[in-house]
């Protein structure tokens, strides 16, 4: 049997009422060689059983994921299940746009990079866009690896966006060891950072999916935490890559990140109120 060319993976916690259209706008796409895994982690919904109205379907795998662990245990749960030559993590209430697999493939095929990623539109629990065609802000090149990774501490900000923009060779993502959860909040960042340190990144400057914002999402004591654990996986990799980023590096991007953190908090505020 052929070995699937991409593995989309989905993460799935509470999320059985936007899990169908999660789903959907992956199977959908029109590429060759698509497995998809699924695995509910432990949800208080009726996630497992939207997960179920797909089992039918060849290309998906379903699993489930003990309680406990974070976010972390069950994203390296379906990445560890995965088998294609790449890799796309979709979290379960985000959504794909038309195209955006087939794109992304080429791009890492075409330039061998390690990494690409899309622009996304923000979208509130609705559905409703809020930011079209956010991200990429520097990135809008292509670039060694280790390059982008500094121009990201720098802006104090996840440049490369959500796991629906990401796409990555999947050996290279497991020779870096997998999600990297030491900083829960920049689990995605730090990931990614670790993975461009072996390779290239290639921009894809379409649209590509959606990331949801949440109401619930955001609080004071949230930002302070986040702050914190930029600050933590900026002297991580200080420490660990001092080729990479500097002391000087790192001071702006611990600026910088506060900053951003309060912006979206912000931000976060704003949508509560268009939303009563």
């Not at 406990?68 to 209430?93: I, Q, S």
């Not at 802000?137 to 490369?160: C, D, I, K, T």
């Not at 912006?263 to 109120?273: I, K, N, P, V």
């Amino acid at each position: 049997m052929t070995a699937p060319a991409l593995s989309v993976v989905i993460p799935a916690y509470n999320n059985g009422r936007t899990l169908v259209e999660t789903i959907t706008s992956v199977l959908d796409q029109n590429v060759d060689g698509l497995e998809v895994i699924v695995a509910d982690h432990a949800s208080s919904d009726d996630t497992l059983g939207v997960m179920r109205r797909f089992a039918d379907d060849e290309r998906v795998h379903l699993l489930e994921t003990p309680a406990g662990g974070g976010a972390g245990r069950n994203w390296n749960r379906v990445t560890e299940a995965a088998t294609g030559e790449f890799l796309k993590l979709v979290c379960g209430d985000d959504v794909l746009r038309p195209g955006a697999l087939a794109r992304q493939l080429e791009i890492l095929r075409s330039t061998g990079a390690s990494l690409t990623a899309c622009r996304r539109d923000v979208v509130d629990a609705n559905g409703r866009i809020l930011k079209a065609g956010w991200g990429l802000r520097g990135l809008g090149e292509r670039m060694p690896g280790h390059q982008a990774v500094r121009r990201s501490v720098r802006a104090g900000s996840n440049l490369f966006g959500e796991p629906a923009s990401v796409m990555m060779r999947r050996d290279r993502l497991a020779q870096s060891g997998g999600w990297f959860d030491r900083f829960p909040y920049l689990i995605d960042q730090a990931t990614y950072s670790r993975v461009l340190l072996s390779g290239d990144f290639a921009p894809d400057r379409e649209v590509g999916a959606t990331f949801r914002m949440s109401v619930t999402q955001w609080s004071v004591a949230l930002v302070r935490e986040q702050s914190d654990q930029a600050r933590g996986f900026h002297a991580w990799l200080l420490a660990e890559h001092p080729e990479v980023v500097s002391a000087t590096d790192v001071r702006i991007g611990d600026v910088r990140s506060t900053a951003m953190a309060r912006a979206r908090r912000l931000s976060y505020r704003l949508l509560e109120r268009r939303m009563r």
